[in-house]
């Protein structure tokens, strides 16, 4: 094989009760990444389509993982990058993890897949800290190994994948700015109260037999956050208003999409999303903020392979 294109799929993260731990990836939106065999014994990075990105291997995270994985493995050639992104950077859907975690899966596969999954999350995860300013794989994890994942450390790296309720379906709007996950990360308060801590353990616990039990009203009354979100509300339009109308609408539970701007609902019925969707998208309308919305089931298969040549 000496090319292969991918689609690197957006993920959510924190669901609100899980902070840099837990993450679902999405179905339809994503970066295509193509990733072709060199013969100079390097990393370029050719293209960079949709957003205007760098293409500076040191500052780009498609570059900065490829590299992470190079330093692991003795080969004659290098990789040539061609990235489409499909995810606006700064949305809080994941967009450098896609890039990150497509590029070091493209180059596994051409490589013969020498790395396991969490050897690709490694890599991955130094592409997240050089845009956050800190090491997390909330992102990366589902991303590579599909579904809904728990990171249980980043420190040995244990990644736990846990079932997916088949109805369980996401309602995600994106207003149209950027945050920086570095900035909305220096948001967030350094201390937790004792007693936050514990309702936050409690609702993480149920919200993982929420999964397994399919039972929706235990998640509903899991997917709160009193710790990270009450700190980031203020940099996130109509973030109460959203959450308000959302529920008013039939959601299980809304939240912060990883570090903003999207917002996320989630719902076990294709009504409900879509009347989630139009009523939140009805008052972003209403105030004029431009928005993306839509609709994802949960992605079991993660990264998927476009083509080979
Ligand atoms: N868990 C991270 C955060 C996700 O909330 O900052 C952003 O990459």
Redesign the pocket.
Known sequence: MESIKVFSPGSI??LSCG??ILGVCLENRGDEIKVSKTNQKSITIKSVNGFNLTKDIYKNVSGIAAQALMKKIDIDHGFEIEINKGIKPGS?I?S??ASSAGTVFAINQLLGSPFSLIDLVKFSMEG?KFV?GSF?A??VAPIIFGGITLVRTIRELDVVSLPIPKDLEMIVIRPNIEIK?AD??KVVKKKVKIEKMTQQSANLGSFVSSLYSEDYDLMSRSVIDQV?EPDRAFLIPEFDNIQRISKNSGSIAVGIS??GPSIFSLSNNRITSNKVLESISQHYSSMDIEHDVFISKVNSGGIKIIETK
């Open positions: 993260t924190n902070y840099d809080g994941g450098s993890a997240e956050s997390h909330d992102n996950t909305s990360r990270v990883g570090s």
